[in-house]
């Protein structure tokens, strides 16, 4: 006799409450893609074709918005607690609130969050959990009975923790990049659990996953959150694992049907769905959406939130209009585009104009986060300007040496293009104004990066040269007090308003747009060159970041 398991697979949300225009030229171009109500109204029509379904979270909720910072992730878990979501993988920016919320949420013992969180490589280590040393924060697996079945559910969260905050978010924590974990749990849970099937769910991100299951057999099923890449058709390996992956904030959900018999996998058939405006809103979804952000948007419930990072007030509505931009602001472009998204982004550059240009800065720097939002060219609003800097960093500029740019550069050029997957440190190139250069995929580590110039400002202008001294602005957090985007520096100066009082990241940016002709941003672009275009995919989809990284030729040798 034959039975069915259908798993719906959502992940890297990033905060997002409503839909946004998708500007890539895929799937959707040009649409209002994604919003919460109407990715449940595809979950709950799944679910009433399925009897036999599970819900599956893979990572990245709970940061990605001004409504989700602002409440500590608080937003995001009361909506999708109506979800009913069967099982979790946290990532790495589910720890932007640190460990002690993290546990509040996901990990008490009547969680905020009961979504069945796992995480077989999520360590307690060090101070405040000494007494726990060595211990896992959550349980590593779950079996689940479905339709007579019994399903291993394996959870991975991160190797990593959100980077741009340093190590503090993730005090006591320590993560581990999973091969001794599945090397452990894999026979487990079929000798001594007896599953009839193994579903990894995994914020470890695509090209990881594919690398541990080629190192691992017996895993049928991983679906895969953290690079944000789009498995239109699944990646199927050749021992026989089947990969996902759905994009970011909530614009497309994966429907897995699992086929049994005698207690035997026998057949795996993927569906991808794009959340389009043809999906009517779930009306209950939608209410709760509302009444979070009328706390947040225009009218009588408008209230000035404190954030949580830096304390700073939110003095304004989220759909303020607060400037203009005369091109598309995104970072998403697949690695075959003239500008890939991997390299560079025009969110990236108009971000790291506003931070150089506010404190009169040689060089302006952002790292090259994943997460973020689409902006079509017209207005900019207060709440596009949180989904791209939804941290709470302040923004200031400090001497740093042009050895230590140089070095940022080219670290983050093998961060995220090294054929070793696992020295990638997660995200893209970081984003500069005020520089440009040359890059070579190709080349060896540490010879990626050549021709870099500075422009004109109160430094050196012209070619970088290492043992000079430039005004570098970007990031700053108080817990790091020497350092700005993770670089030491000296001379810091952090961006004040009249009275001397720091400026949100969001509220620099805004101060920028009103200081430009028409208020209107129009970014420079291709301020990283490549040498050589990028890879072609290793698999059926179109990639972002090329996820077998990029193989030194004979020339590098």
Known sequence: MQKKITLIHIGDIHGHLVGRVHLRGDDGHGQQLGGLARLYSKIREIRDANQDSLLINTGDTIQGSAEALFT?????????????????????????????????LFAAQQPLAPWNALAANLYYDGEPYAQNNGQRVLPPYAVKVVNGVRLGILGFTTDRGPNALGKHPTKGFRMSGGEDELREFIPHLREHERVDAIVMISELGLANNIRLAKMFSGIDVILSSDMHEITRAPVQLENGTLIVEEGQDGTVLGEIELFFEDGRLRERRFSSHTITQSIAPDPGIAAAVERIRREYVSGPHFVEHVNPINGTRLRRPLDSV???????????????????????????????????????????????????????????????LYHFIPIGPLIAAGDVAGKKIAKQLEKAANGCLSPDIKQWTGGWMFGYSGLSCTLDPYRREGERISEVRVEAGAGPAGTLETDKSYRYASYYYRHAPDEINGIEASNIRIVTDEHQEPLDATEVVVRYLASLSGQTANPSLGRIRLARALPAPAYTNPEIQPLEGCKSDDTAQ
Do not use: K
């Open 322 to 384: 607060v400037g203009q931009t005369a091109i598309p602001l995104c970072r998403a472009a697949f690695s075959d585009a003239t500008m890939p998204a991997v390299i560079e982004g025009s969110s990236h550059d108009f971000l790291s104009d506003a931070f150089r240009a506010m404190s009169s800065a040689d060089i302006g720097a952002i790292r090259g986060f994943r997460y973020g939002t689409h902006v079509a060219a017209g207005p900019i609003t207060l709440d596009d």
């Open 72 to 104: 500590r992730g608080g937003a995001l878990v009361s909506v999708l607690n109506h979800f009913a979501i069967d099982f979790f993988a946290p990532g790495n920016w589910d720890f932007v609130y640190g460990t002690e919320r993290f546990i509040e």
